[in-house]
């Protein structure tokens, strides 16, 4: 397998001034990018921490060794189970011994959090006062965000979280935090 290296060159204010208008966009497109990545990957990382049934090896959970990341297709629990990976967009699907799990060449990531599991996380937290769902909004109301309760779309027919606006992941990120 090839290994891919990223190089980074900073430019000073001058030389970025000099380049060409699409060239900047395309640069601050990349860093919005960037920090939404970055943003999601918090968020995510702390709903699986605060809900440990996330993290069980069980159907719709995320292996990860060093190549790929696999999700779980179903599993015989004493021996085997069943995965499979996307790679230069096919699917393969193969088996895995638990006990390769076990001895540690895969790590479990665990599964994708949704729009409930982000809900009950936030219904935990001592600061948000009440967290509910209305016609394709999601609204909080927390003591960090003063009397105004936090009103956001979502789209319910995407149940995960990494699937959502950038708005909604703003303010999770902001509230979970805290």
């Not at 605060?50 to 190549?67: F, H, T």
Request: net charge neutral; with cysteine; aromatic share 8%.
């Amino acid at each position: 397998m090839t290994k891919m290296t990223t190089k980074s060159i900073t430019f000073n204010k001058e030389a970025q001034d000099k380049l060409p208008q699409h060239i900047k966009d395309k640069m601050k497109a990349d860093r919005e990018k960037a920090v939404f990545e970055k943003k999601l990957k918090a968020v995510t990382e702390n709903i699986r921490s605060k809900l440990p049934r996330l993290m069980e090896l069980e159907k719709g959970c995320i292996l990860i060794d060093n190549s790929f990341d696999y999700k779980m297709l179903g599993f015989n629990v004493r021996e085997w189970i069943e995965v499979c990976y996307e790679f230069d967009k096919n699917v393969y699907t193969f088996s895995i011994i638990i006990d390769d799990i076990k001895n540690g060449k895969y790590k479990i990531i665990g599964k994708e959090p949704t729009i409930l599991d982000a809900m009950e996380v936030l219904s935990k937290n001592d600061r948000i006062i009440s967290v509910s769902t209305n016609q394709g909004n999601f609204l909080v109301k927390s003591n960090d965000l003063g009397d105004d309760e936090s009103i956001v779309d979502v789209d319910y027919s995407k149940p995960h979280i990494k699937d959502q606006n950038e708005e909604f992941i703003n303010l999770l990120h902001k509230l979970l935090q805290q």
